[in-house]
């Protein structure tokens, strides 16, 4: 997988004020600053910076990121639901890549 593709994971269907579970894993190197063994010159790290949680395009949770984070990292959030919609994440990294997922649920 390439740097910044995701999985986002959420319930088909929940009932009407169900607390659900969201699970994202995002595929990221999550590298410390570092110096080259070859050059000896840093290597600036690559870090996840920010990651936004949205559902029916209203911002629910920012979670903020750094070098303490694990490479890869898996990551729930708990989301009240009380109608059907759409579930983003929306993240970013130190170097200025930008990506997404949705999913939907239906509530019932």
């Given amino acids: 997988m390439a740097v910044g593709a995701g999985i986002l994971r ?6 009407k004020g169900e607390v659900v579970r969201v699970q ?15 050059t000896g010159q840093e290597v600036p790290p690559h870090t996840l910076t920010k990651l ?10 920012t979670v903020n990121m750094g070098a303490g984070i694990s490479a890869n ?8 639901v009380e109608e059907s ?3 983003r994440i ?3 990294d130190n170097k ?8 939907e649920i239906k509530v019932t």
């Fill in 24 to 38: 994202m894993v995002i595929t990221h190197p999550m590298s410390p600053p570092r110096k080259d063994p070859a």
């Fill in 96 to 103: 200025g890549g930008k990506w997404d997922r949705t999913a």
């Fill in 52 to 61: 936004e949680l949205f559902y029916n395009n209203r911002l629910v949770s």
């Fill in 73 to 80: 990292p898996f990551m729930a959030i708990a989301l009240k």
């Fill in 90 to 92: 929306a993240y970013e």
């Fill in 10 to 15: 959420v319930p088909k269907e929940a009932k």
């Fill in 85 to 87: 919609g759409v579930v």
